[in-house]
């Protein structure tokens, strides 16, 4: 029976590593092709031009030469709807795509039409899901001047918000946000604009042109797209327009879905490799185990004349009877409805993507099936050839095993015989203990590396969105509209500050960060943003250059550190500043006292944070003169909802990761009951009761799961590491700080399920036939 | 005073065509401080017998009592509660501990007694030949010297039987008989009663009683070499003795009229 619980282990082991390696396959190909499908259907612009509101010609003029080119002119404003529930009454922070024909940039129909008029909107799904919005519905919007009551008349997805957050939060928020595509015209109107205003140009080039990825500095993917933004860049500076040109590497949700996809495209060959490394360990250690239980067959085989060779043939082929069911398993489980076909629906069901067409890929499968028998097949090299090498008076004559070494002699030899059984015995096999440790730390790879980056992921969040935020609704407005809305604040907020918010880059590099005037830069409770100092010191003002902070993002990707003096372009401006500390952030940030930037700028303000007393928040007058409001309820709960989906999302890495411990353990249990079985039971026929041996039982693994702890802490860690910096962007920098509390957690895992195997151990060894044990053993 | 005492025992294993009687209604009373032999061919039952001795197996059937006391024999918590207060059992491969030196392994039964005593081990030890040899491992020592730590380790608690499983089957004849006169002389001078198994009619000179099994039953109890030898010792020297007195009386009465 234990033979079998052994091949079921392995097999079981094997089929969890295919079976996960298929479905992460599976999901990202089939994630690639509903993105490629999604923005083939909606004819996604290959660039963005984009410029502060002006006539629709301007636009138009930049593709005069280009006939080939699609290019559709679009007006573009940040806004606000009215949302009345039973819960509460609240403005929610909204974007409006002003769109003329909807041939570049188009919209996926869910639901009526897509062809608004005025005093119409087509919703997008997200919100209509969210915010619970049908045909029909009137919606209360402000976009530019004063309020409108719209019509719903479509529901429908745009490749421009699959990635559905709104502009300064990553996160995803059906139901606090809001996108609607109106048309052009009518929305230019209701905003005080001239009906031929435009802001944005989408640019549809023949094919899909390859664009310059934001990882590979070095290396330029999408030369002949550069090529054609930085003409239309220069015709732009020709024309006196000072917007940009984007490529999809620019529009944030293609790029963090791409960033997202790449993400996992990554990370399933390492984690299949991952737990193929320990399936192939474990197979390697029961071949051992079987080579030495086998061993005095092996000698009467070669005294009788077996050729090493002929010996060698039967082991080498134990991988592939262990392999080849587990990984026809796991390729079953993998194309069955709880493999790909499940993690691809969750994920896109995460998204709210709308079209999602699974596929199953059979050359997939199959480089899968035939690499993981391939790896594991290597795993029984090494068993064979030392069983192929055994020589037969070697075994003949060995009579008992080998003593313990010197070392551990010593170290145990004050203890009494037991618990130095239990110690000695842990180490008799140094090479499969260390195997154990091996495979232990691999799949703390896997557990406790995720579990650290999420709980730093959480960490980071909390701190920077919630710990180091003092305000309760911040504003973003039109420079002309700062005095008003400060009056307003004056006579109806406890507290607030005025802020200038724009942004900038660095002049040798064109990823563009967030530059910040503020009134107070301090490191304490007293401000409305508090900053977190990791290194250097608050800026002094009125300095020259002026002194500024940049967050540890910046300072690690641009290579800028405390002292430098470094320059920055600020729309067609150069400035010098100098760094005087770096800070922790979510968004690449630099930080200048608001005095020093506005004499940069040009203006005072375009935004305001705010406090309130209980029941007061900002009023329709006041909203009508912003752009954009953010409340910090809002923000907080749209971050708990996504941090929900991703500990659902996490949980089963975790899963697999544990699974992988656990099986690990047990199958050391299994093998150690096997090899001691007649010492044990010798015990056992000396007096030793179930409790004297579970006590030793619980010592040695009690010592393997400390050992194991520490070393699956220790990968857990390097694997924290690695994955922080390999998943760290420029729009998302995972900073490196370990939570003492997961790596307790990781280790406590590891101990407890080592201790937690032991009742079984028990169960065997009271199972045990001591008798058979002790008549067919010599010692 | 009987220490063993076996009523109408009987140990069947399997069943229908299966079945194996290997112990067939066997009463058997054995006194404190014997020495008996248990002979009988492969399959006979000795080993059986002897492991229900041992509190190992239970009977089909049957009555066992130690010291007058019932043995629970269906009880494995009981049953390796018995082994540990009253049994010493050597096994045929020795079975010691690999991990474990010589003076280790003779105080693993001590320790699991609770009863821990390192300078008794120490002088088991010298008792069965092997001072100086304490810390070695098993690996490091010969066959023999092995089944001398595995007398020393089952003597190490005190326990009132020693049983023997085909102690010296595994050991070159010199060699048994080493270990066989080292057992006996050390159980001999404590008092203690043992039981071994052998197929090995010569090694019955060092028991007192002989026992002879076949299909599961005693054909055979007979008085062992030893005791006829030390009954002839005994009368040798109790012949020596009243020889001695005569001679010591005459010379005293000589005395008394050389004096008188």
């Not at chain 2, 014997?34 to 009988?40: D, H, K, N, R, S």
């Amino acid at each position: 029976m234990r033979s079998k619980l052994r091949v079921f282990t392995v097999v079981a082991i094997v089929a969890l590593a295919t079976y996960t390696g298929v479905m992460l396959s599976e999901h990202g190909r089939n994630a690639s092709y509903v993105y490629e499908d999604f923005y083939a259907e909606t004819n996604l612009s290959d660039l963005i031009v984009s410029d502060v509101e002006q006539p629709r010609s301007n636009f138009t003029r930049l593709c005069d030469s280009h006939s080939d080119w699609n290019c559709e002119s679009r007006l573009t404003l940040q806004g606000q709807t009215y949302h009345s529930s039973t819960d509460e009454n609240k403005w929610i922070q909204s974007l409006w795509h002003g769109m003329e024909h909807g041939e570049v940039s188009g919209l996926y129909l869910i639901e009526g039409s897509l062809t608004p008029g005025d005093g119409e909107i087509v919703i997008d799904a997200h919100a209509a899901e969210g915010l619970n919005y049908k045909i029909g519905d009137q919606i209360r919007t402000i976009a530019g001047n004063g309020t409108n009551e719209l019509t719903i008349i479509g529901i429908a997805n745009s490749p421009m918000h699959l990635w559905y957050a709104a502009e300064g939060t990553l996160f995803p928020s059906n139901d606090g946000y809001v996108v609607g595509y109106l048309d052009a015209e009518y929305l230019a109107s209701i905003a005080g604009f001239d009906p031929l205003t435009r802001n944005e140009m989408h640019i549809d080039m023949p094919g899909t042109p390859s664009f310059d990825l934001s990882e590979t500095l070095d290396v330029d993917e999408g030369e002949e797209l550069t090529i054609s933004r930085l003409e239309l860049v220069d015709e732009m500076r020709s024309l006196d327009m000072e917007g940009d040109v984007v490529d999809r590497s620019g529009m944030t949700s293609p790029e963090l879905l791409r960033i997202d996809l790449e993400g996992a495209k990554k990370s399933s060959p390492f984690i299949l490799t991952v737990l193929l490394l320990v399936s192939g360990l474990m197979i390697a250690i029961s071949i051992s185990r079987l080579v030495k239980s086998h061993s005095r067959e092996i000698a009467v085989l070669r005294t009788i004349g077996a050729s090493g060779k002929d010996i060698m043939t039967g082991y080498l082929l134990i991988p592939l009877f262990l392999g080849i069911p587990g990984v026809v398993i796991g390729i079953l489980l993998g194309v069955s409805p709880i493999g790909s076909q499940l993690m691809t629906e969750f994920y896109f069901d995460f998204f709210g993507i709308p079209v999602v067409i699974v596929r199953h890929y059979p050359d997939l499968l199959l480089k899968i099936g035939l690499g993981s028998i391939a790896l594991i097949s290597l795993f029984g090299i090494r068993p064979a050839l030392r069983a192929s090498r055994l020589q037969p008076l070697d075994i003949l004559n060995r009579t008992s095993q080998k003593p313990p070494s010197r070392i551990m002699v010593k170290i145990t030899s004050s203890l009494p015989p037991g618990p130095s059984l239990a110690i000695r015995s842990t180490f008799r096999n140094p090479s499969r203990l260390f195997a154990t440790l091996v495979m232990l730390s691999l799949s703390m790879v896997i557990m406790g590396g995720t579990m650290m980056m999420t709980a730093s992921f959480e960490e980071l969040f909390n701190e920077t969105m919630d710990e180091q935020e003092n305000w309760d609704s911040q504003a973003y407005m039109w420079p002309t509209n700062a005095g008003e809305i400060e009056s307003w604040a004056q006579q109806n907020a406890s507290d607030y500050e005025l802020l200038i918010r724009s942004s900038g880059n660095a002049t040798d590099d064109p990823r563009v960060f967030t530059i910040y005037g503020l009134e107070n830069i301090v490191s304490d409770e007293s401000a409305m943003h508090r900053f977190n100092v990791v290194k250097g010191k608050i800026p002094v003002i009125g300095q020259n250059p002026p002194q500024v902070l940049i967050d540890e993002g910046m300072a690690s990707e641009l290579d800028w550190d405390v002292s430098d003096r470094v320059k920055i372009s600020q729309g067609s401006a150069e400035i010098e500043v100098e760094v005087t500390g770096i800070v922790r952030e979510l968004e690449r940030t630099m930080v200048f006292y608001r005095t020093d930037y506005s004499s940069i700028v040009g203006w005072d303000a375009n935004g305001i944070r705010l406090t309130f007393d209980e029941g007061q928040q900002l009023d329709d007058e006041v909203r009508s003169l912003t752009s954009v409001v953010i409340t910090k309820k809002d923000l907080l709960s749209g971050f708990n909802e996504v941090l929900k989906q991703q500990e659902k999302a996490m949980k089963s890495t975790y899963m697999i990761g544990a699974i992988m411990a656990v099986a690990i353990l047990f199958n050391t249990l299994m093998m150690n009951l096997a090899e001691r079985d007649n010492e044990l039971a010798t015990l056992r026929v000396l007096g030793a009761s179930i409790k004297d041996l579970a006590i030793i039982l619980t010592i040695e693994h009690a010592f393997i799961g400390l050992v194991g702890g520490i070393a699956g802490v220790a990968t857990s860690i390097l694997m924290f590491q690695g994955m922080a910096s390999a998943f760290s962007t420029w729009q998302f920098f995972m900073p490196v700080t370990i939570d003492q509390f997961v790596a307790l957690k990781v280790l406590l895992f590891i101990f407890i399920a080592s201790l937690a195997t032991t009742p079984f151990g028990m169960w065997r060894i009271r199972k045990m036939d001591l008798l058979d044990v002790v008549s067919r053993h010599q010692n | 005073m009987s220490i063993v005492e076996l009523k109408g025992i009987s140990r069947i294993y399997g069943d229908g065509d299966t079945e194996v009687r290997a112990l067939d209604n066997v009463d058997l009373t054995i006194k404190s401080g014997e020495i008996v032999a248990l002979l009988g061919p492969s399959g006979s039952g000795k080993t059986t017998l002897l492991n229900i001795i041992a509190a190992l197996d239970t009977p089909t059937a049957g009555n066992y009592s130690f010291i007058g006391n019932d043995v629970d024999l269906g009880n494995v918590g009981k049953m390796t509660d018995f082994r540990k207060k009253n049994i010493g059992y050597i096994f045929q491969f020795f079975n010691l501990v690999g991990d474990l030196t010589a003076l280790e392994n003779t105080m693993l039964v001590q320790d699991l007694s609770g009863k821990r005593d390192k300078k008794y081990a120490l002088e088991l030890l010298e008792r069965v030949g092997l001072k100086g040899l304490e810390d070695r491992f098993p690996s490091q020592m010969s066959g023999g010297q092995r089944q001398r730590v595995a007398i020393a380790r089952a003597l190490s608690s005190r326990p009132k039987m020693m049983l023997g499983d085909e102690l010296t089957g595994n050991l070159d004849s010199e060699t048994s008989i080493q270990v066989l006169e080292t057992l006996i002389e050390i159980c001999r001078k404590e008092g203690m009663t043992v039981l071994f198994v052998t197929h090995d009619r010569s090694l019955t000179k060092y028991a007192t009683r002989v026992l002879q099994l076949e299909s599961g039953k005693i054909i055979g109890d007979e008085i062992g070499g030893l005791s006829t030898i030390s009954g002839q010792v005994e009368t040798v020297a109790k012949d020596v003795i009243s020889g001695a007195k005569k001679i010591a009386g005459k010379i005293l009465e000589f005395a008394d009229e050389v004096i008188g």
